[in-house]
């Protein structure tokens, strides 16, 4: 029986947009923090990674704060939704974008993918070690991320329909 590629793994690092959820609007990006609906069967294996004893893990930019586009307690209301639909184990995010109109999140900061910093953090909370560590995500972002933090890397398409 072909042993699946995730058993290598005891952790589990997922970007949101695009690799778990789509928008129910048909943007690109959320047009309001609620702008989300499940892609068919990623809840499903979440769920049955966490029955084989695999932490999961979100790492999120979300940047739609730091434009105006959405509230900072709008947006964790609905990553805690998800959370608590998939039972993960661990949820980052970053509001900061360098390019933001408002002040207080204009910032560049390591933790907004590319940078590794909402993944070294998930990796120091389970107390993880990177062989461990896989990265799933949709957007060079989370592939530079994973390289920057020295964990591997796949796309979600791969590692959904595996
Ligand atoms: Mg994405």
Known sequence: MKRSIELSYKLIIFDVDGTLVTTKSGA??????????????????????????????????????????????????ELYNLVDEANIGCVRWCETHPNAPIQEYRVDSNRRKPGPGML????????????????????????????????????????FSS
């Open 28 to 77: 690109t990006f959320r047009k309001s923090a609620d702008d989300w609906q499940w892609i068919p069967g990623r809840k499903e294996k979440l769920l049955q990674l966490e029955k084989e004893g695999i932490q999961t893990a979100l790492a999120s930019n979300q940047g739609g704060v730091a434009f105006g586009y959405f509230s900072h307690a709008s947006i964790i209301h």
């Open 120 to 159: 070294d953090e998930i990796i120091k909370y389970f107390d993880m070690s990177k062989p461990d560590t896989l990265m799933v995500g949709d957007r060079p972002e989370d592939e530079q991320a994973a390289q920057n933090a020295g964990v591997a890397y796949m796309d979600a398409e791969t590692f």
